[in-house]
């Protein structure tokens, strides 16, 4: 909001785990008008509870919501791109099954050219590299640090 001026109308991009930060932002996107692009690998999408929930918010509010595993459809004309890590606390006896399964995952400057000319990153940090590469995760286009600044005031 602070960038964009607002919210409404805006599309985010979530590429990576279907996790608890994935959740939050289903379950306020579309109440603030924004659309909704999930990619995550099959076996990896997000909660199925929550899942219709957003669907029936998306119905109510008349945003869209897509579901996806391809990266690149998710990111197409997306303002947002976000991700988080890929093994959350208490899954690394997973990383390898992991980094397996989210292969082709990774936010790269290809993965923005799908997306809208305006297009920012976000990432609530940490970050590892296979998840964004320095060159997005250190552009002009990342809000990481803004968005860490910003949270701070959260906690």
Not at 56 to 76: F, I, N, R, V, W
């Amino acid at each position: 909001q602070e960038h964009y001026g607002g919210l409404n109308g805006l599309t985010i991009a979530w590429i990576g785990d279907g996790n608890n930060v994935l959740h939050s932002i289903m379950m306020s996107a579309a109440k603030l008008g924004m659309h909704l692009r999930i990619a995550t690998p099959k076996g990896f999408e997000p909660d199925l509870r929550i899942t219709q929930i957003t669907e029936q918010y998306s119905k109510e509010y008349g945003t869209k919501l897509l579901l996806t595993t391809d990266p690149l459809e998710a990111a197409d004309g997306a303002n947002v791109l976000v991700t988080d890590t890929w093994i959350s606390m208490g899954q690394e006896e997973e990383k390898k099954e992991r980094l397996k399964a989210f292969q082709g995952y990774q936010i790269t400057m290809q993965t923005a050219k799908s997306a809208a000319s305006n297009w920012t990153f976000l990432h609530c940090l940490p970050r590892k590299p296979e998840e964004v590469d320095d060159e997005v995760f250190y552009s002009p286009q990342s809000l990481v640090f803004q968005e860490a600044e910003n949270r701070k005031w959260t906690i």
